[in-house]
Structures are given as structure tokens and as C-alpha cells.
């Protein structure tokens, strides 16, 4: 196996695992060998591989430049919904004022 020491791993970071994801999609282990040596359930190293395979797809299937669009789309979304909500408090408050100012 690769760069895991296997010296009382305390926690399981992000790194661990997707370096024992790649060892285990390249063949260098398997799962069971990984699960002895690493002590750690076969059903949990299992379904590490299955969010790694979901990562993997994902990535792929997102291309940069599509997201930086999605991402610039929601911020103008947002700051015209911001803009049309600060002058819907406008509008709310220029009616009470008026109001205000009749009774005195």
C-alpha cells in the first residue's frame, strides 16, 4: 500500500482516505487487506469507495467554467432579489410615516 502509515490512525482526514480509495482502485489492496490492516469495517472502506466513484463522476461531469457561470448567475439572482427587497421596505415604510405624520 502507499503513503498511509498505519501507526495508530486516530482520524480518518479526507486525504487518508482517498489515498486508500485510489490504492483500492488501482489494485494495490483490496478492501478486505485494507480492512485488516487498517482495522476498519469493510462496509465503511466500501462505501468510501462508493463517495469516491460519486466524486470522480461528478467532477468529470462538471466542467470549471460551468460552474463559475452557475455561481456569477446565483450572485446577479441574488442581488436583484436583494435590490427588489429593499425597495418593497421602501414602499412598506413611506405609507407608516405617512400615516405618522397625519396624526400629530
Known sequence: MSEIS????KR????????????IIQGKTTIQEASQ??????????HWVEDGK?????GL???PLYVK???ERRIKDLQQAYGEAMLELRIWKKPS???DEKEE
Request: hydrophobic share 30%.
Open 6 to 9: 498505519n501507526e495508530d490512525i
Open 12 to 23: 480518518w482526514t479526507v486525504r487518508r482516505k482517498s489515498t486508500l480509495v485510489l490504492d
Open 37 to 46: 490492516t487498517y482495522d476498519v469495517s469493510i462496509e465503511q472502506i466500501e
Open 54 to 58: 460519486r466524486g470522480l463522476e461528478n
Open 61 to 63: 461531469r462538471m466542467n
Open 69 to 71: 457561470e452557475q455561481y
Open 97 to 99: 410615516s405617512l400615516y
